[in-house]
């Protein structure tokens, strides 16, 4: 069966062993991964500032700048520290498992390695970059949509639309995990609510409703964010 990754989805090899790039390089353009490679720290660094990568599989031990440093230095950089990294290493001490999590990467791979558990990590990193990417483009959008509706005034509710953002909150349900989809399903009440108020502009305490379902739709949002 075709293997079908997203359009463009790119891998930078790091390791100072030319033959195991080879090795990794074969297996991943088999898989119909896109591949660069870098032989030490510094190279990495390079590349990175000048070409977007979906996923680093990282050598731990090269000459000069090691593994962890490598990975340290991508996560102190703005530019570079959503890229997730999976390090594969000879080393399998837990002490240099540990710390491989605690400079920043993803995943820990111990060499020789299996090369079905290998790709399904690799899978499920990029996978999981996917979704994450997707989450912030809906929080930033939820979040552009809320401000907008801060501004407008209760005294002309008609004003609010809604109907778009329950499209795409009904769109965005079919393929989240159930915590999501409870998020999705608190917004989407609030919305309904908010609707609700529509041509009550005469009562009372319509003002204060209003604030009282922003607020839970803020609150949302956050909670989508962290995911």
Known sequence: MDKVHPPGTVILLVDDNPQNLQVLGKLLQEEKYEIEFAVN????????????????LLDLNMPGMNGFEVCKRIRSDNGMCGIPIIFLSAESERESILKGFEVGAQDYVTKPFDTRELLARVKTQLDLKSKTEKLEKINEWLGKKIDNWLKVSVDRPRGVETSD??????????????????????????????????????????????KEIIKRMENAVTKLGKL
């Open 165 to 210: 953002l329950n499209a795409k909150l009904i769109e965005f349900d079919k393929n989240q995990s159930y915590v999501q989809k409870d998020i999705c399903l608190e917004l989407s009440t609030s919305i309904k609510e908010i609707e609700k108020l529509i041509g009550k502009s005469n009562d009372s305490n319509i003002n204060d409703q209003f």
């Open 41 to 56: 720290g510094e190279s990495t660094l390079e590349w990175l500032k000048n070409r977007r990568f979906d996923l680093i």
